[in-house]
């Protein structure tokens, strides 16, 4: 491969895996930015958008205790289209329900509190997942019609199907921008971050459009269980390792800001595409940066962070 | 979090006031709490394992009765910076797990002492926390929780590849994904082997040299965060943890408390970290994972976040919930699922932990027996 086609193979694993994490981290942040809350079960949400894609779309030899219960095969087979459509609504519902009776009776307690209740309900879900269904993997395999490698310039034959993630979240993410930026919903939420005891003195009942807030982000965060899902194995500890690096993703990015989620997240996926594909190479030997790319993402962050406490594109205030 | 739970306690009773100002008398002495942990660290075993009736609802045996004090160590100090600094860290695992690996390595290359290995190990994860604490603590609330779960998820990566052995040799470091094996232990002091009994009747209620010798660092653990936190140094914490502008308009350099602070507890994790290795002569990887850090906060915050036998407590409840539990019949497979419930309902509604439920009740009935009252 040339190496203009070894670099766009990069940006476009980066982009790939940098779609994961900003669709994720867009809920987290606007969750952040509007509500003040901090939402350790985010990644139980995308727990459950794969879960719930993978029912909807396949049949699956179930274990864990649904077997003990008689299920061998469980699951509608609707197809993948089908989930795409269903796990947004179902994780947007269950986002609902979250914030009206777990975020909303938490929201004058200390952050600490949040923290620590949204990380014990990470755990039970992840938990109940891991007794319904044991903690084996299961594949969470893709239709034959996107699963195919087509051919891209440059590279040669790439999936069609991570090409098809990346144009699913850029979508999402002008969607969600135009729906802040240019409507009277994004009006009111916009001034209710900026300054939620005013807009209630206006007599904007600011309760809406925050549960609505919550509904969206957390079903992003379903709609990348569903296109994320199929590309590693699918078991009960996914939700948290997907939280961590969005978690990264909004602190470098700056809270709030969906232009610093877009940027953070695909800055982490290129940092770590590149590690995973260079190998240095020098007369006398060469070194796979491959072990490394999982700590990049970090050091990364670290020096981000260090430099511009408050985020690439947050505002020096909300940092101190 | 529960300091002021005796002054709002609603109604007093009079004819019980003398007695209780002796309790509360005897109860704020240091040589009490002393005394009452060597009494309870000696009975620990006995009740936890042979009394009647009781060990035979507990089903202890002495290796978890080891394993619940150095957990304790480890939540006692994670309560002085969440209960007493309020600061919540999610990355304690990197100081446990690394002072774990660090003292493996101690006894596989350097000298199976375990004095030494304690040693060593505690000052690696002090130099950890130093660093990770500078970087972390440069933002606050939870900025700070996300860093130190971010950092520590760090060193769990590097751990499980680039340090799996020592750079350019293949001599195991923290041998990846199997975890590190090669842990060789020597007697303590050169003296006491310490899976023996130990002499005459401490041997025959209390156990091996393994358990007193942890026991002895628990009873230590006790002891210096008492001291430390009933000494103005200590106080300067609880002040932060109230009010941190307040505190820096007094004059106190907050920065530095919060950083000493954070050492303190990466100290504390640290001793157990290296107990631990000692204890299992093994460190798997999962150490330096997050749930380590998880399961700290689970016990802290159970127990009782803000007091100093509350985490202790809440080690205790976690850890016999892990191996006692989960082998029971039908409701063994969901062990980890009734600790996440019942955490969920302490945070809800009582924030105090288990540990301040009485305090909690009394709170509770003194507010009812009030309703009718003089207001």
């Known amino acids: 491969m040339s190496l203009l086609g070894q670099v766009a193979s990069i940006v476009l694993n980066g982009l790939q895996q940098g779609a994961i994490y900003v669709l994720v981290a867009m809920g987290l942040s606007i969750i952040l930015g509007t509500l003040k809350f901090v939402n350790f079960a985010h990644g139980a949400l995308y727990l459950i958008g794969t879960y719930v894609g993978m029912l909807v779309a396949l049949e699956i030899r179930v274990g864990g205790k649904l077997q003990e219960w008689g299920y061998t095969t469980l699951g509608l087979g609707w197809g993948f289209i089908a989930a795409l459509v269903i796990v947004p609504i179902f994780v947007f519902v269950v986002g609902i329900l979250m914030e009206r009776f777990i975020a909303r009776p938490f929201y004058d307690r200390p952050d600490t509190d949040q923290i620590l209740l949204t990380f014990g309900l990470a755990i039970v879900v992840q938990e109940v997942f891991r007794i319904m269904f044991g903690g084996q993997s299961y594949s969470f395999e893709l239709p034959q019609s996107v699963s195919v490698p087509v051919t891209v310039p440059l590279i040669g034959s790439y999936p069609l199907w991570r090409l098809i993630l990346i144009g699913i979240t850029a979508a999402l993410v002008v969607t969600v921008y135009l729906l802040i930026e240019y409507t009277d919903f ?43 899902g199929p590309l590693y194995a699918v078991n009960p500890s996914i939700g948290m390792e997907v939280l961590v690096p969005a978690f990264l993703v909004v602190v470098i990015g700056g809270v709030g800001s969906l232009t610093g989620a877009v940027l953070g997240g695909v800055l982490l996926g290129l940092t770590q595409a590149f590690l995973t594909q260079f190998t240095l190479v020098t007369p006398w030997f060469s070194y796979s940066l491959s072990p490394w790319s999982q700590v990049g993402i970090y050091v990364l962050a670290a020096v981000i962070l260090l430099t511009r406490p408050e985020g690439l594109l947050g505002s020096a205030e909300v940092g101190s | 979090m529960s300091d002021d739970a005796r002054t709002d306690g609603g109604t007093t009773v009079k004819n019980t006031t003398a007695l209780r100002e002796r309790y509360d008398a005897l109860k704020g002495e240091e040589s009490t709490v002393a005394v009452v942990s060597i009494i309870g660290l000696l009975a620990f075993p006995w009740l936890f394992i042979e009394a009647p009736v009781v060990s035979g609802f507990l089903k202890g045996y002495e290796s978890l009765a080891s394993l619940i004090l150095i957990w304790a160590i480890f939540a006692i100090g994670f309560d002085l910076l969440l209960g007493y600094t309020g600061l919540l860290s999610f990355g304690h695992a990197a100081f446990w797990g690394t002072a774990a690996y660090a003292s493996a390595n101690v006894s596989a290359y350097l000298t ?45 990566y590097m751990s499980s590849s680039v340090l799996a052995t020592y750079p350019g040799s293949k001599t195991p470091l923290t041998n990846g994904e199997n975890g590190f094996t090669g842990v060789s232990l020597d007697p303590l002091l050169g ?7 130990m002499p005459s009747i401490l041997g025959e209620f209390v156990g091996t040299w393994h358990y007193g010798f942890i026991a002895v660092f628990t009873f230590l653990a006790i002891v210096i965060a008492y001291r430390i936190l009933n ?17 820096e308009f007094v004059g106190l350099n907050v920065w530095r408390y919060k950083l000493m602070s954070f050492i303190i507890s990466g100290t504390f994790a640290g001793v157990a970290g290296s107990l631990f290795t000692i204890h299992s002569q093994y460190v798997p990887l999962s150490s330096l994972y997050w749930t380590s850090s998880g399961e700290v906060v689970i016990m802290t915050v159970l127990g009782g976040a803000g007091s100093l036998f509350g985490p202790i407590f809440g080690a205790a409840v976690y850890l016999w919930v892990e191996n006692i539990v989960s082998g029971m019949p039908n409701i063994g497979a969901f062990w980890h699922l009734i600790l996440g419930l019942v955490f969920v309902v302490v945070i809800v509604l009582v924030p105090d932990g288990i540990w301040g439920l009485p305090d909690a009740v009394r709170r509770a009935w003194g507010y009812i027996s009030n309703l009718g009252g003089d207001r």
């Open chain 1, 186 to 228: 994004g009006l009111v939420v916009r001034a209710g971050t900026a300054d939620a005891e005013m807009v209630r003195l206006l007599g904007i009942k600011i309760s809406r459009p925050y549960i609505l807030v919550f509904g969206i982000g957390a079903a992003l965060a379903g709609v990348a269980g569903v296109v994320g």
């Open chain 2, 231 to 247: 000494s103005p140094y200590g106080l300067v914490f609880k002040a932060i943890r109230e009010n941190e502008q307040r505190t």
């Open chain 2, 112 to 156: 199976g002492s375990p004095l030494v290995m304690v040693l060593l190990g505690t000052v690696i994860a002090v130099g950890l926390a130093w660093l990770l604490g500078y970087l972390t603590l440069r933002r606050g609330g939870i900025y700070f929780s996300i860093l130190t779960l971010a950092f520590a998820q760090m060193m769990f």
């Open chain 2, 191 to 197: 003296m006491f082997e310490l899976n023996r009994e």
